[in-house]
């Protein structure tokens, strides 16, 4: 199995920012951990802070599944959400918070609609469960 996890605005902070939310752990250390995780499959990693950037890698993904945290950009980019409506590979949403537990604006994800599924709340773990929902 071949999986690209994005991760999306202010997610490169994460171990920095907010660790009471996030956690003390940084990106490149959770990514290790799903890599070792998932290491009899393809993992390929990718992080940005552009919104057009995460359309390209969307659009360009050859893979069988895309697990993605659009970080911020889950509550309101419709870019994102077209590029994903745009192309077959499925995705998977996540969050490493709960978000309907937090903010109200939180609340709202204008890319839900066009995903296959959307795990919340299970920390660094979210990316895992995500990336094993492709072997159902
Ligand atoms: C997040 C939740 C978003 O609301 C927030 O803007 C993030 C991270 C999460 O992983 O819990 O940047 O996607």
Known sequence: MKLLFINGV???MTGIREKNVYGEQTLDEINAEIAEHFKGDEC????????G???TAIQSADCDGIVLNAGAFTHYSYAIRDAIASVKVPVVEVHMSNVHAREEFRNKS???EVCRGVICGFGKNSY????ESFRL
């Open 44 to 51: 390929e990693f990718f992080q940005s802070n552009v919104e």
């Open 128 to 131: 895992i469960l995500a990336g």
């Open 53 to 55: 950037e995460i359309c």
């Open 10 to 12: 202010n997610l490169n």
């Open 110 to 112: 204008v890319i839900s």
